[in-house]
Every structure is written in C-alpha cells, then in structure tokens.
C-alpha cells in the first residue's frame, strides 16, 4: 500500500522551507530513516526553490509538492508547476551562488527525471530514494495517485543528464 501526501505551496521564497518543515513532520510519522529524511528534505528543497524561482508562469499559480512512500520503501518525491519547460542542468563555477541544485539531485537520488503533466499545464520534476531504487528505471504510479499525470514518468536521466527533450533554462538553480 503506497502512502502519500500532497501540498499547495505558494510561488514565494518561503515556500521551500514550509515544504523542508512538512516533509521533516511527515517522515517522522512514515518512520522514515534519518538519513532518507535528510536527503529527501534536501532535494525537496532545491526542487520547490527551482520551482518558485524559475518558473515564468502567471500571478496566483501554486507550486504542488506530492510525496509517497511505497510498500518497498521507495519515498517518490514531485514537484509540479505551471510552466511547461523542462529544467535542464548546468555546470555552475566555483564562485557561482546558484546553478547546483540538480546535480545535487542528480547525484544524490536514485532516480529522477521530468516530464509535462497530461493536463497540458506544466510539468513535474520528481525523483525517488530508498529501497534500493538506485539503477532502476522511473516507476509509474501503481495506485493511479495522480491518475493519467503519472502514467509517463521517463526513467530519469542515465547517469544524471538532463532530459533530452525540451530543455530550457528553468531549474538550473
């Protein structure tokens, strides 16, 4: 049985630490290992931060943040919002402030990708971690959590590379 919970976060700056502070919450109640937790914490982060920062969508579009836990340990982490490019990382400098963010992802979960949202608004960026996922290709949404969305997960980049298709400047924090 997958358990799973979902936020709306504001586009705000402040919107990355409410989504550290549910998460944080949420995996005591998961009994999630520290270690899972603070990496999962971590790259939740980064992604809503990409996300409020990056995205150039209307005033009033939320940020949706969706966690779930599956049966096998496997903690999948989305983020969605209103813009429709896909991030595409870049190699920051060593006196650069920002430009880490997805090779933090990258090299830190098991597997992640992105890909537009079946709604035609937007896309999701996602990965997964625990349960010995590493190497394994992206899953589809067994429980239908978010129905059609969720049918179309690439299986993240291979080695951490960006997806090929319809790269754009956007999360490249």
């Known amino acids: 049985m997958i358990q799973h919970i979902e936020w709306r976060l504001p586009r705000s700056p402040r919107s990355a630490g409410r989504a550290r502070a549910f998460l ?10 520290d270690q899972l937790t ?4 971590l ?19 939320e940020v949706r943040a969706r966690c779930a836990l599956g049966s096998d340990g496997v903690l999948r982490v989305e983020v969605s919002d209103a813009s429709e490019v896909l991030p595409c990382p870049r190699t920051a400098g060593p006196d650069d402030e920002s ?7 990258a090299a830190l979960a098991d597997a992640w ?4 949202r079946a ?22 949404d ?25 790269p ?5 924090a």
């Open 24 to 33: 944080t919450e949420q995996s005591v109640e998961w009994k999630l290992p």
């Open 38 to 41: 603070e990496t999962a914490v």
């Open 43 to 61: 790259l939740l982060s980064e992604l809503v931060a990409n996300a409020c920062r990056h995205a150039r969508v209307p005033p009033g579009r």
């Open 99 to 105: 430009g880490r963010g997805l090779a933090l992802v």
């Open 113 to 116: 990708g992105a890909h537009p």
């Open 119 to 140: 709604c035609g608004i937007g896309k999701t960026v996602w990965f997964e971690i625990g349960g010995g996922v590493r190497g394994r290709p992206g899953r589809a």
């Open 142 to 166: 067994p429980e239908g959590l978010e129905g059609a969305d969720d049918a179309r997960h690439d299986p993240g980049p291979p080695e951490g590379r960006a997806p090929a298709s319809r």
């Open 168 to 172: 754009g400047p956007e999360h490249g």
